[in-house]
């Protein structure tokens, strides 16, 4: 039975040991949450001026990049069909006059729970006598059709396993190791954080016979981030509620 242990947690990333199961399973994961959960991200883009010195096509991508607070409670998203590229649409303006620098906390949205994550990201600098008047839709939508909505990264390696064959020869990887993984103890060897141990190879390259490191193939460690428009529980959450229904509709198909 697969064994999960929460090994760090906060709003943007969660760390993971998860044990007793295989790389298909934990890659599997990895690209339903950065391809399948849905983000809000602008979409399209109407210029009723822009006397700036960008052209409309610059401010519109910098505008399509900007990480939008995303509350998947607000969206019937289950009747709609899960995957489905277009859930809904919210608009938007973004009125600006120079002299000054814009940035997206001045995107205004119809529904004002909808914000940009990061307020300072800038999208223009204006000169005196140079204006921005925007409207445009935002839209729900997922990674696999494009980055913009992916809602972060998730990177996975496997549980180390280090074996320290001559500890008193491999003193040399203290200072090879670039996560304080090992330290000294009598002149010899050991492990002291065995879990920062990113499989790296650093110390196996300079003391082969020295010392064998390997990477489970069962247990593994899941890293995953949010870049700000959903909480990364709420990432793993949803990635896992889709997997079920996804594998609930390819049982159906199959009966
Ligand atoms: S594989 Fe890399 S991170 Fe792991 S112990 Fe060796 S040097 Fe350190």
Request: with cysteine.
């Amino acid at each position: 039975m697969v064994d999960i242990k929460v090994l760090d947690k906060n709003k943007e990333k969660i760390s993971l040991i998860v044990k007793n199961t295989n790389s298909v399973f934990i890659n599997t994961l990895r690209r339903m949450i950065m391809e399948e959960v849905p983000t809000l991200a602008i979409e399209d883009v109407k210029f009723i001026e822009n006397s700036s010195a960008l052209y409309d096509e610059m401010i519109a991508h910098r505008l399509g990049l900007v990480a939008l607070k995303t509350d998947l409670k607000s969206y019937d998203i289950k009747k709609k069909g899960k995957g489905s590229k277009v859930f809904t649409e919210l608009t938007f303006k973004l009125k600006a006059k120079g002299p000054g620098n814009v940035y997206a906390e001045e995107i205004k949205f119809k529904d004002p729970k909808v914000k940009a994550v990061y307020p300072k990201t800038l999208i223009a600098k204006l000169l005196k006598g140079q204006n921005l008047n925007i409207e445009g839709t935002a839209i729900l939508g997922i990674g696999k059709d494009h980055t913009k909505f992916s809602p972060g990264l998730v990177y996975f390696h496997g549980y180390p396993n280090i074996e320290i064959i001559k500890p008193m020869v491999a003193t040399g990887a203290v200072k090879v190791c670039p996560k304080h993984v090992f330290r000294l103890a009598n002149k010899k060897l050991e492990v002291v954080d065995l879990l920062k141990c990113d499989l790296c190879m650093a110390c196996v390259n300079e003391l082969p016979e020295a010392i064998k490191v390997e990477g489970s193939k069962k247990d593994f460690i899941v890293n995953i981030e949010s870049w700000g428009q959903l909480k990364a529980k709420e990432m793993v959450q949803y990635a896992i509620e889709l997997l079920n229904d996804k594998l609930d509709e390819f049982g159906k198909l199959i009966k």
